[in-house]
């Protein structure tokens, strides 16, 4: 399937599955109603985590006046409750260790989230949404918010 094709085929499958954009705050929310999150400190091998990210956010709004200083960010960082409730994430992550937790690391004014446990992450920007001039523009953006779905759909 070509490029084009293929971007039809996202139209196609997934338009109706699109969410309006919502806060990072509001998707913890949506999410602490399916699973136990709870707000947390970092400990020292898992700040590199928030390190990483931390990195990450800064180069991808690397234009934005927030970022110029560095000290209006808010990193918080989140630990998934390893119950029943999250059984399915955990098991994805293949986590054997019981020290070893899924983080969920979200910074308020940049409207970002991310997580160690990658399908968890996925579930969550596909909550967070997309803003309608992304769906309007056909950007690029748009195209791999649908992917999304498509990535989703191939690990369930």
Do not use: W
């Not at 602490?32 to 400190?41: P, R, W």
């Not at 409750?81 to 986590?95: A, F, G, T």
């Amino acid at each position: 399937m070509d490029h084009e094709d293929y971007k039809a085929y996202l139209k196609q499958q997934f338009s109706h599955e699109i969410r309006p954009l919502q806060s990072v705050n509001e998707v913890i929310s949506a999410f602490q109603k399916k699973l136990d999150i709870v707000e947390t400190e970092l400990s020292e091998s898992e700040s590199i985590f928030l390190k990483m990210t931390m990195i990450n956010y800064i180069y991808v709004h690397i234009k934005n006046s927030i970022t110029s200083n560095l000290g209006n960010l808010n990193f918080i960082s989140y630990e998934v409750v390893r119950n029943e409730k999250s059984d399915h994430y955990y098991n994805h992550m293949r986590i054997s260790s019981g020290n070893e937790r899924i983080l969920v690391i979200i910074e308020p004014q940049l409207n970002e989230i991310t997580s160690n446990c990658e399908e968890l992450k996925v579930d969550m920007i596909i909550e967070r949404g997309i803003d309608t001039s992304h769906v309007n523009q056909d950007t690029d953006e748009f195209f791999a918010y649908l992917m999304l779905f498509d990535s989703h759909n191939e690990n369930h």
